[in-house]
């Protein structure tokens, strides 16, 4: 290939997703020397715009120390761009010369190629490049930012339960998760043993009875004498409304600008608070919503995590050689592989954590899910047992 790539990001910052711009942008210096590197500024708008910024001007050097860096740094955007918004797309990277643009996201970024794509008749290349704390992608064991999100996660619960022990009480964290609830399971990941938290763990695959939550949480403190709770924020009631608006007024639920309850702001945490109030008088409960802190945290880049999002941008200038597609983690039993997919296989589709992953009469982990989470984020300190 010659000529001209394009490369965005889109949807929610990750702590490593900048290392998959600097890995396509190096591999692109690397096999086509010579070739332009335009870095759309905050996603599709800069296409529509025409605001890049010229990523092949810039030094290795610069660029390594951005890589490293957590964020978007090319600004990011949540347009979902429907069938004439690509138009506009299609048009502005013609307009910059493109002959591929790889385009760093997860579920909604792999439509819009998928969009594009079918617009554009094979003239120009679109990959999709992974990238979501969710975890959430078909045709992916997991996916770029999801272990170093998961590590702060289950660093966070860890530390928790730790604090409990000594004043006993009941916690509550919620955990970022629309759809899927492998980052609030993460939670689990670093338990010490079978008296650790989190002692429950509430996901969106699951129906959520606030009744049933009281009568669990005190189970549990009648058997720990504390209570560590991980909720997704995404979690739903049996009929299939997001929790919050079971727990919240009409009139008092927050909405973004696309018109969708806000799961993690202040309403779920004190609907969550009332409920334990009203169900458990008298016992001392908190409720934090971890909120964005996981999904970017410096403190908590894991170095795997950096190394797979860097080759997946790499990955993705071999399949823009091939024609475009999705790149994709996979786990051949031993070792993440790196595969080109269809865009059809991801693109607009959610990936749930299978039913395994949890026992079937309890809301905690199973053996099939500590093993995965296990797999992916390894124990990282050495603690010692308190004595309480």
């Not at 909720?231 to 079971?246: N, R, Y």
């Not at 969708?260 to 779920?268: H, I, R």
């Not at 004190?270 to 016992?283: D, Q, T, V, Y």
């Not at 999705?326 to 991801?346: C, E, F, I, M, R």
Request: glycine letters at 12%; charged letters at 20%; proline letters at 6%.
């Amino acid at each position: 290939m010659a000529g001209t790539f394009v490369i965005a990001q889109g949807g929610g910052p990750t702590a490593v997703i900048n290392q998959t711009v600097v890995g396509a942008t190096l591999e692109i210096r690397k096999r086509h020397p010579g070739a332009k590197v335009l870095g759309s500024i905050h996603g599709v708008r800069g296409i529509r715009d025409g605001n890049y910024v010229d990523l092949s001007a810039i030094p290795e050097d610069r660029l390594r120390l951005i890589a490293g860096t957590p964020s978007a740094a090319l600004g990011s955007t949540r347009d979902k761009p429907d069938a004439a918004y690509c138009d506009v797309i299609l048009n502005g990277l013609k307009k910059a010369g493109a002959d591929a643009f790889i385009y760093i996201g997860g579920n909604d970024t792999s439509g819009t190629q998928q969009i594009l794509t079918d617009a554009a008749g094979g003239k120009i290349a679109f990959v999709h490049a992974p990238k979501t704390i969710d975890n959430d992608l078909e045709e992916n064991d997991h996916t770029p930012g999801f272990i170093s999100a998961a590590e702060f996660v289950a660093g966070a619960f860890l530390s928790v339960d730790l604090d409990f022990r000594a004043l006993p009480g009941i916690y509550v964290g919620i955990v970022m998760g629309r759809h899927a609830g492998f980052l609030t399971a993460a939670a689990a990941a670093w338990q010490l043993d079978p008296d650790s938290g989190p002692h429950l763990v509430y996901v969106p695959e699951r129906p959520f009875s606030a009744a049933g939550f009281i009568d669990d949480v005190r189970a549990t403190l009648d058997r720990h004498k504390r209570c560590i709770v991980a909720v997704s924020e995404g979690v739903s009631t049996a009929d299939g409304k997001a929790l919050v608006e079971s727990l919240v007024p009409p009139e008092k639920l927050e909405r973004d600008a696309h018109g969708n309850v806000k799961l993690s702001g202040s309403d779920l945490p004190a609907a969550l608070e009332r409920a334990l109030a009203e169900g458990l008088p008298g016992k001392r409960a908190r409720v934090d919503a971890l909120g964005y802190m996981p999904r970017g945290y410096i403190g908590a880049i894991s170095a795997v995590d950096a190394q797979e999002a860097f080759d997946a941008g790499a990955f993705a200038v071999t399949v823009a050689e091939q024609g475009g597609g999705s790149v994709a983690l996979q786990y051949d039993g031993t070792k993440t592989v790196l595969k080109k997919v269809p865009l059809k296989n991801v693109a607009g589709k959610t990936r749930h954590m299978p039913d395994d992953f949890m026992k079937p009469d309890v809301n905690q982990l199973s053996d099939a899910g500590m093993a995965y989470l296990r797999r992916l984020v390894p124990e990282k300190y050495k603690v010692g047992k308190p004595f309480v």
